[in-house]
C-alpha cells in the first residue's frame, strides 16, 4: 500500500476536529457578542476576520491530515509544508480582499477576532485529549 492508497480517516474523527470545532464556536460566539454591543459593522467585521483564522486552519487541516502509517512519511512531510504555504498565502488573500473589497469595516474587530479564533489553536494541546496505551 503506497502513500496515495493508504486509508483515510474520516474528517470528522481526525484528533484536530474538536479544534476546529471550538474555533467555529469561538468565532461564532465573538461575532455576535461584537454584534449586540457594537453593532452590525463590528459584527460582520468580526465574523470576517473569525473566518480569515478559521478557512485557512480548516485547509491546512485537510491537506496535512490526508495520509497516515509510517509508509507515508514523505507523503506527510510534503503535505505539511504544503498545508502550511497554502494557509499562509490563504490568509493573506483574504485579508486582502476583505479590506479592499468590504466597507465599512472595523478594523479593531477584524483583528480581535482574528487573534481571538487563532488563540483557541494555540491552546489546542489542552482540547485534544489522547489516551496512551502503555505495553
Given at each position: ?22 474555533q467555529l464556536l ?6 455576535a457578542t461584537l ?101
Amino acid at each position: 500500500m503506497n502513500a496515495r492508497t493508504s486509508h483515510r480517516i474520516a474528517f470528522y474523527k481526525l484528533p484536530v476536529f474538536p479544534v476546529l470545532l471550538a474555533q467555529l464556536l469561538v468565532l461564532l460566539l465573538a461575532a455576535a457578542t461584537l454584534f449586540c454591543w457594537h453593532g452590525a459593522v463590528a459584527g460582520y467585521s468580526g465574523f470576517y476576520g473569525g473566518l480569515i483564522a478559521w478557512l485557512p486552519n480548516l485547509y491546512f487541516a485537510h491537506k496535512a491530515f490526508r495520509f497516515s502509517g509510517a509508509r507515508a512519511a514523505q507523503a506527510i512531510m510534503r503535505s505539511f509544508y504544503a498545508g502550511e504555504a497554502g494557509k499562509l498565502i490563504l490568509t493573506a488573500v483574504l485579508f486582502a480582499l476583505l479590506f479592499a473589497g468590504v466597507k465599512p469595516l472595523n478594523p479593531l474587530a477584524v483583528f480581535g477576532v482574528f487573534v481571538l479564533t487563532q488563540s483557541v489553536g494555540w491552546f489546542s494541546p489542552l482540547l485534544i485529549r489522547v489516551k496512551h496505551s502503555r505495553p
